[in-house]
Nanobody, 130 residues
Framework: QVQLVESGGGLVQPGGSLRLACAAS????????????VGWFRQAPGQTREGVSC????????VYADSVKGRFTISIDNANNTVYLQMNSLKPEDTAVYYC???????????????????WGKGTLVTVSS
């Protein structure tokens, strides 16, 4: 499976911004990051996992959870094998461990948001608090 390492988490005040990064490596032989669908998921304290955003390799389309739409942006830098999540206008309810994920299967973005993906990072903690 793809190895994913998140970074960029930390403490931020409400209304602030953070950019998370996910470095990808260990791809299946013959594949590169651009062959993979990628996504960000989060799990808040005491809550179940929530799909935040996915980016589809086929056409670059994106899907977002309603809770973050208009505030978060997922992007990918294939040259550097890195996935980003730009988070703006952060709210206390955004506090969670954020996980990067990847999957080569040709399912929809909404499918991945709900069911998750095959490869996961260990997560990075984002705390939004004043």
């Amino acid at each position: 499976q793809v190895q994913l390492v998140e970074s960029g988490g930390g403490l931020v005040q409400p209304g602030g911004s953070l950019r998370l990064a996910c470095a990808a490596s260990g791809f299946t032989s013959g594949f590169t990051l651009d062959y993979y669908n990628v996504g960000w998921f989060r799990q808040a304290p005491g809550q179940t996992r929530e799909g935040v955003s996915c980016l589809m390799s086929s056409d670059g389309s994106t899907v977002y959870a309603d809770s973050v739409k208009g505030r978060f942006t997922i992007s990918i830098d294939n040259a550097n094998n890195t996935v980003y999540l730009q988070m703006n206008s952060l709210k206390p309810e955004d506090t969670a461990v954020y996980y990067c994920a990847a999957d080569h299967r040709d399912y929809s973005g909404t499918y991945f948001l709900y069911y998750g993906m095959d490869s996961w990072g260990k997560g990075t903690l984002v705390t939004v608090s004043s």
